[in-house]
């Protein structure tokens, strides 16, 4: 089994900057690719940003392209996402998940493990 813990989030002003971690654990943690999705108040969950873990092979929505960077630290087994210049429409919990060969996050589909999320709450 993998657990998946994400970190980092908290209460923060229009246009400052937080970082997300997701620090992985377990035996069988080798994913193909992982991502960050969002979950805002009463809304469904949305991908943000996925990044290949070996190749380092990134991809963002349009509306955070710019302003969020989601990386990776190999050997701390750990995933990130820095965000920048925050927006109100940013608030949400956080989602970190990892996914298999051909696991198409972007699409929603295919990621194995998910993390119970962190809360960013962003005051205008």
């Known amino acids: 089994q993998v657990q998946l813990v994400e970190s980092g989030g908290g209460l923060v002003q229009a246009g400052g900057s937080l970082r997300l971690s997701c620090a992985a654990s377990g035996r069988t943690f080798s994913p193909y690719i992982m991502g960050w999705f969002r979950q805002p108040p009463g809304k469904e969950r949305e991908f943000v940003a996925s990044i290949r873990w070996i190749s380092g092979s990134t991809f963002y929505i349009d509306s955070v392209k710019g302003r969020f960077t989601i990386s990776r630290d190999n050997a701390k087994n750990t995933l990130y996402l820095e965000m920048n210049s925050l927006k109100p429409e940013d608030a949400a919990v956080y989602y970190c998940?990892?996914?298999?060969?051909?696991?198409?996050?972007?699409?929603?589909?295919?990621?194995?493990?998910w993390g119970k999320g962190t809360l960013v709450t962003v005051s205008s």
């Open positions: 998940a990892s996914g298999a060969y051909g696991s198409r996050p972007e699409q929603g589909k295919g990621m194995d493990y």
